[in-house]
Structure formats: structure tokens, C-alpha cells
């Protein structure tokens, strides 16, 4: 599966993470996806909380890492695999650190290598 496949199979029409598709697409279920994520499990199952803005801004940020990474890991399924092994802490901006340990990934993208490491 190539990166645009993986993001037109998780983002819907009016341009929102599908959680359920993106669970389905790396074959975990939509409790493992609120995890891994940092979101309340009703935060990904119910449609008023999974159009929420912050719901939203969190999807998108596990599908850009995800997406980034499977340019050199070799899809979407390792590229998960490779992302819930991350802490992330070893990243040099303190900024990052912290974001990473609250689970807020929205500038982690930025940080992530464009090849294999």
C-alpha cells in the first residue's frame, strides 16, 4: 500500500481522520487506537467526540507520523509498529520532550527523520 492509499483509505470526504477505518487499516481495534493515541475511547468511537477539533488534530497528527514513517519503513503496518515503540524522548528539543510525554504530537512530525535512521 503506497502513503497516498494509506491516507485516502483514513481520511473521509469532509477531510476528518476516520478512526474506525484507521484502526481497521492497522489492524488494531478502536480501544488500542484511543490508547496508543492518548483519547478516551469514546473520543474515537462516538461521532460527535471523534469530529471534535482536538480529536481530530490528535488523528491527524498519529496519521502525518505514521505517514512520514512509512516512506522508509515500508507501509503503514510497520510504520504503526515503529511509532507505538517511539517514546519519543530521545528528540532533542525540550519542547518535543514534553510534548511527547503528554502525548501531544502536533510538532513531532517536523522532527522526524525523511529516511531510515
Known amino acids: 500500500m503506497s502513503n497516498v492509499d494509506f491516507l485516502q483509505q483514513v481520511i473521509n470526504t469532509d477531510g476528518l481522520v476516520a478512526a474506525s477505518v484507521l484502526a481497521k487499516v492497522l489492524h488494531i481495534t478502536q480501544t488500542d487506537l484511543a490508547e496508543v493515541t492518548g483519547l478516551s475511547i469514546d473520543s474515537v468511537s462516538k461521532s460527535a467526540r471523534l469530529k471534535s477539533r482536538a480529536t481530530q488534530a490528535r488523528l491527524r497528527d498519529t496519521v502525518e507520523i505514521i505517514n512520514r ?28 520532550k514534553f510534548r511527547a510525554e503528554y502525548r501531544d504530537y502536533s510538532k513531532v512530525p517536523d522532527a522526524l527523520p525523511r529516511s531510515a535512521p
Open 69 to 96: 514513517v512509512a516512506e522508509w519503513s515500508g507501509g503503514a503496518g510497520r510504520a504503526f509498529a515503529w511509532f507505538r515503540s517511539q517514546p519519543f524522548l530521545p528528540l532533542q528539543s525540550p519542547a518535543l
